[in-house]
């Protein structure tokens, strides 16, 4: 098993490391040894790199096996895993943590994320965690209004301690405001409305801290009662590190759209670019599941007859 390079011998994780392999007092290849006994194979150099700070477990059988370790040195689960610090870049597909100019790029200026969080909590907004998959589904009524919206997401922690997710749905109505939100996976902490920048800030909480490189998933339903204004396009904002992205969307057999489209734009400032025709299943659904989940927004939208 092969991980990243750490440069500091100091870390927390080799410091607990060391100490509990000196307590135990277990040769590197007798750890090894058990370690294989239970289909963990970990070589002894990997041991010796990681209690002295030249890298540390990310990768999931690197991760198994240390689970597997702190058993075997009488540890108690999570005491070695929950010192590890954040994963270091690996290839090109990894990206580096966000900076609040991540975000600013992304929402653009006096979003409405950054008018309901402030402006404090919005360059902290959901930073320590990273969307792996992300899947939307809207159901419209005969209106043509939203009625629900169910979400579930996998995230990854990429430090220890993050305990929530926050998310900021916007209506098409305010008069639809407060939603009613029901967790499935989870449990529901604070939910604020805001009928003047018409959305409701939601958190969504795991229960307990995360441990670094540690995955939570979270399912959610909104309820929308009272809005009267059609909705015309559903969309998503993609940070970096996004796995895969599905939106759905549940048209009523009494009111169809005459055509439906996807599309990606950079940022909120920016226009709607590829445009592609999205044709309407037999259960009067469409759908978006980008080969590539780009950073930017990618949505569905639509025209309804006149």
């Not at 100019?101 to 200026?109: D, H």
């Not at 209106?143 to 990854?156: K, N, T």
């Not at 057999?253 to 309407?280: F, K, Q, S, W």
């Amino acid at each position: 098993m092969d991980d990243p390079v750490f440069p500091d011998p100091g870390t927390p994780f080799a410091r607990a490391l060391r100490a509990a392999v000196a307590r135990r007092g277990l040769p590197l290849q007798r750890l090894s040894s058990r370690l294989a006994a239970r289909g963990l194979p970990l070589s002894p150099a990997t041991l010796s790199h990681w209690q002295r700070g030249r890298s540390q477990p990310e990768r999931r059988d690197s991760l198994a096996a240390l689970t597997a370790l702190e058993s075997i040195l009488g540890l108690a689960e999570g005491e070695l895993s929950g010192l590890l610090g954040p994963q270091r870049p690996r290839g090109r597909s990894v990206t580096g943590p966000e900076s609040p100019a991540v975000l600013r790029t992304l929402y653009g200026t006096g979003s409405a994320q950054e008018a309901a969080l402030g402006g404090a909590a919005f360059r902290e907004f959901n930073t320590g965690l990273r969307a792996l998959t992300v899947r939307d589904t809207l159901v419209l009524d005969e209106s043509r209004c939203v009625r629900r919206v169910l979400v579930q997401q996998v995230v990854r922690a990429s430090r220890p301690g993050v305990d929530r997710l926050t998310v900021v749905h916007e209506v098409d109505d305010p008069r639809s405001l407060p939603v009613d939100v029901r967790v499935h996976c989870g449990r529901l902490g604070e939910v604020r409305c805001d009928p003047v920048l018409s959305c409701a800030v939601v958190e969504v909480l795991f229960g307990r801290p995360l441990r670094a490189s540690e995955t939570a998933i979270v399912e959610y339903e909104l309820a929308i009662d009272g809005c009267r204004t059609p909705t015309l396009f559903h969309e998503r904002s993609v940070r970096p590190g996004l796995r895969e992205l599905l939106l759905h969307v549940r048209f009523h057999p009494a009111a169809l759209p005459v055509r439906c489209h996807r599309y990606h734009r950079p940022g909120a400032d920016g226009p709607r670019g590829r445009l592609h025709r999205v044709e309407l299943d037999a259960s009067h659904t469409a759908h978006l599941l980008p080969g590539r989940c780009t950073v930017g927004f990618h949505g569905l939208a639509w025209q309804w007859p006149r």
